[in-house]
C-alpha cells in the first residue's frame, strides 16, 4: 500500500492500522477512512489541513486524488476522512439559465471546482430555462442527471457523467463467484416497484411505462418538476421512474480484496447458495478494506429497457 499526501510518497513515516476506501457509481461522493497509530503525536506536529490532498494505491486500487473532510486525534491515534469532492463542493447556490445546454453545465460546475469534465455516452440536450435553487452545485447536477437517466461521479479531480442504461446494458467485465460458504445478502424488492408514472407540470404532461412493474402501482410526482415541453416531460418521466424502480433486485457479498472492481463495473454473479440470483449486476457500491485484505461489493440487477 502506498499513501501520498500533498504528493509525497509517506507510506514509511506512518503506522497505518485503518484504510476503507468506499466507491459509489452515483449520487455519492467516494470516501476515504485512514487511521494510524500516533503515540508521539506526529499528525499533530505536520498541522494537516481540511482541504489537503490525499491518495492511496494497493495494487489495481487507486483512490485518485482525494481531499481531507476531517480529521480526528484521539488517545495515541489519529484519525483523516477524505472525499473525492472538492470542499467548495459544500457551498450551497441558487442561479437561473436561459438556452444552456448540459455540457456547459457540467463544464461550468467542474471548472468552478477544479475538475476536469468528462462525459460518457450521453446526449448534450438544450434547456430553453432552468433554475439551481438554494442547492449545491453538485447537488443540482445531480438531480437534473436523474431526470435524464444519467449518473454523477466525482473521481480524481474529474467531474464525471455516463448514461446509466447504456453502462448497466454493457457486457459483463468478469465472473465472479460467490461460493457455498459466501458471505451474501440479496433483496427482492420488486413488489415495490411502479408500473406507470404519470408527471404533471403545469398543463404539460408526461408519463412512461414499466411492463415489468405491478400496473396497479402509479407513480405520482409529489414535488414540482419544472418541464419546459411535453418532450422533455417525456424524458423526466423515464428518468423518475428508472430512479425509483431501478433498485428492485438489491445484494451485497463479500470477498477478498477485489482491487479491480470499482463502482458502475458490470460483472456476472455466479452464486452457489442462491442460483436465482445469478447473472449480470451493476456495482454500486464499494468498500475496499485494504487493511484486512477484503472487499464489500454492493450491487443491483440491471433495469431492462428503459
Given at each position: 500500500?502506498?499513501?501520498?499526501?500533498?504528493?509525497?510518497?509517506?507510506?514509511?513515516?506512518?503506522?497505518?492500522?485503518?484504510?476503507?476506501?468506499?466507491t459509489y457509481a452515483e449520487s455519492h461522493a467516494d470516501t476515504l477512512l485512514l487511521r494510524f497509530s500516533?503515540?508521539?503525536?506526529?499528525?499533530?506536529?505536520?498541522?494537516?489541513?481540511?482541504?489537503?490532498?490525499?491518495?492511496?494505491?494497493?495494487?489495481?486500487?487507486?483512490?485518485?486524488?482525494?481531499?481531507?473532510?476531517?480529521?480526528?486525534?484521539?488517545?495515541?491515534?489519529?484519525?483523516?476522512?477524505?472525499?473525492?469532492?472538492?470542499?467548495?463542493?459544500?457551498?450551497?447556490?441558487?442561479?437561473?439559465?436561459?438556452?444552456?445546454?448540459?455540457?456547459?453545465?457540467?463544464?461550468?460546475?467542474?471548472?468552478?471546482?477544479?475538475?476536469?469534465?468528462?462525459?460518457?455516452?450521453?446526449?448534450?440536450?438544450?434547456?430553453?430555462?432552468?433554475?439551481?435553487?438554494?442547492?449545491?452545485?453538485?447537488?443540482?447536477?445531480?438531480?437534473?442527471?436523474?431526470?435524464?437517466?444519467?449518473?454523477?461521479?466525482?473521481?480524481?479531480?474529474?467531474?464525471?457523467?455516463?448514461?446509466?442504461?447504456?453502462?448497466?446494458?454493457?457486457?459483463?467485465?468478469?465472473?465472479?463467484?460467490?461460493?457455498?460458504?459466501?458471505?451474501?445478502?440479496?433483496?427482492?424488492?420488486?413488489?415495490?416497484?411502479?408500473?406507470?408514472?404519470?408527471?404533471?407540470?403545469?398543463?404539460?404532461?408526461?408519463?412512461?411505462?414499466?411492463?415489468?412493474?405491478?400496473?396497479?402501482?402509479?407513480?405520482?410526482?409529489?414535488?414540482?418538476?419544472?418541464?419546459?415541453?411535453?418532450?422533455?416531460?417525456?424524458?423526466?418521466?423515464?428518468?423518475?421512474?428508472?430512479?425509483?424502480?431501478?433498485?428492485?433486485?438489491?445484494?451485497?457479498?463479500?470477498?477478498?480484496?477485489?482491487?479491480?472492481?470499482?463502482?458502475?463495473?458490470?460483472?456476472?454473479?455466479?452464486?452457489?447458495?442462491?442460483?436465482?440470483?445469478?447473472?449480470?449486476?451493476?456495482?454500486?457500491?464499494?468498500?475496499?478494506?485494504?487493511?484486512?485484505?477484503?472487499?464489500?461489493?454492493?450491487?443491483?440487477?440491471?433495469?431492462?429497457?428503459?
Open positions: 500500500m502506498r499513501l501520498i499526501y500533498e504528493g509525497t510518497d509517506i507510506t514509511r513515516k506512518v503506522a497505518i492500522n485503518r484504510c476503507e476506501h468506499e500516533d503515540a508521539a503525536s506526529k499528525w499533530d506536529g505536520w498541522q494537516p489541513r481540511r482541504g489537503d490532498k490525499v491518495q492511496v494505491t494497493e495494487g489495481a486500487a487507486n483512490t485518485g486524488t482525494m481531499y481531507i473532510s476531517g480529521l480526528t486525534a484521539q488517545n495515541g491515534l489519529f484519525t483523516l476522512r477524505a472525499t473525492s469532492m472538492p470542499l467548495t463542493g459544500e457551498n450551497v447556490g441558487s442561479q437561473t439559465w436561459d438556452n444552456v445546454r448540459l455540457f456547459q453545465l457540467g463544464g461550468d460546475i467542474a471548472k468552478k471546482h477544479g475538475l476536469s469534465f468528462k462525459p460518457y455516452g450521453v446526449t448534450n440536450q438544450l434547456y430553453p430555462f432552468i433554475r439551481q435553487g438554494s442547492q449545491t452545485d453538485f447537488e443540482f447536477l445531480n438531480l437534473l442527471c436523474q431526470l435524464e437517466g444519467y449518473a454523477v461521479v466525482i473521481y480524481d479531480k474529474a467531474l464525471i457523467i455516463y448514461d446509466e442504461h447504456a453502462r448497466e446494458s454493457g457486457e459483463a467485465a468478469a465472473d465472479v463467484r460467490v461460493g457455498a460458504d459466501g458471505r451474501f445478502t440479496y433483496t427482492d424488492n420488486s413488489a415495490q416497484a411502479y408500473g406507470m408514472i404519470e408527471l404533471t407540470s403545469g398543463a404539460l404532461r408526461g408519463s412512461f411505462s414499466d411492463p415489468s412493474a405491478p400496473a396497479e402501482r402509479v407513480l405520482r410526482t409529489k414535488s414540482p418538476i419544472d418541464c419546459m415541453s411535453t418532450t422533455e416531460a417525456q424524458r423526466f418521466a423515464r428518468g423518475i421512474l428508472r430512479q425509483a424502480n431501478k433498485n428492485a433486485f438489491v445484494g451485497s457479498f463479500r470477498r477478498r480484496l477485489m482491487a479491480d472492481v470499482a463502482a458502475a463495473s458490470v460483472l456476472n454473479l455466479i452464486t452457489e447458495k442462491a442460483s436465482n440470483w445469478s447473472g449480470k449486476i451493476f456495482v454500486t457500491r464499494t468498500r475496499n478494506d485494504f487493511v484486512r485484505g477484503e472487499s464489500k461489493i454492493f450491487f443491483r440487477k440491471p433495469l431492462e429497457g428503459y
